[in-house]
């Protein structure tokens, strides 16, 4: 049987679910003719296989208990901002929500990582009408959410193909270079929204 157990429609459901519950945020702000929060959503479900190989990374027992309660991103949302001011927005909004608390923050982008790697990390405790692996009906489901830019996004997919699906020769250089990358898309990011503003001011 799967790490998830008898969860794994669940999981996907809450995907869903919270997806949907993120589209309504966004078209609250288009409505109220406000920018889009943001220009696309990606989410997953973690695999059952991956789930395991994360557990056993942790020396977790490998039980339905570690995947949903000790590792907290069997689901994961991304959410691909234009711009940073809309990444602020986006997290403004999931604070508020009535369905969900924030429980971890962790802000790789005014602290990106040694290699360059930027993103800002939730996770949510979402409430859903879900029995859940404590036997609570309503239950309660972590949600990982990441936030980035279109340039972060683009970046850490391109480091993740060229570092993890191919036999590199020269590792330094290469990192040298996506860090020398990101710094740039970086500045980019920042070179954007000031261009915003001036348009907002005008």
Not at 115 to 138: A, F, K, M, T, W
Request: with cysteine.
């Amino acid at each position: 049987m799967s790490i998830y157990g008898p969860y794994e429609e669940t999981l996907e459901a809450i995907l869903s679910d919270v997806e949907e519950r993120i589209r309504q945020l966004n078209q609250q702000e288009i409505d109220n003719h406000r920018p889009k929060l943001y220009e696309h959503l990606i989410g997953r479900v973690k695999t059952a296989a991956s789930m395991e190989e994360k557990c056993q990374r942790k020396n977790y027992p490998l039980t339905v208990e570690s995947a949903l309660r000790r590792c907290r991103d069997a689901v994961g949302i991304r959410i691909v901002c234009n711009f940073i001011s809309d990444i602020d927005r986006c997290l403004a909004s999931l604070r508020d929500a009535d369905w969900c608390s924030v429980v971890k923050e962790k802000d790789y982008i005014t602290k990106a990582k040694p290699n360059g790697y930027r993103s800002y990390h939730l996770i949510l405790d979402v409430s859903e009408n879900y029995r859940d692996v404590d036997g609570q009906n309503p239950g309660h489901f972590y949600v990982e959410i990441q936030l980035r830019t279109i340039a972060m996004d683009s970046w850490a997919s391109l480091e993740h193909e060229i570092k993890y699906k191919h036999q590199i020769k020269n590792p330094e250089r290469i990192g040298k270079e996506l860090k020398r990358c990101a710094d740039q898309l970086a500045s980019c990011d920042i070179q954007m929204e000031t261009i915003r503003q001036l348009i907002q001011e005008d």
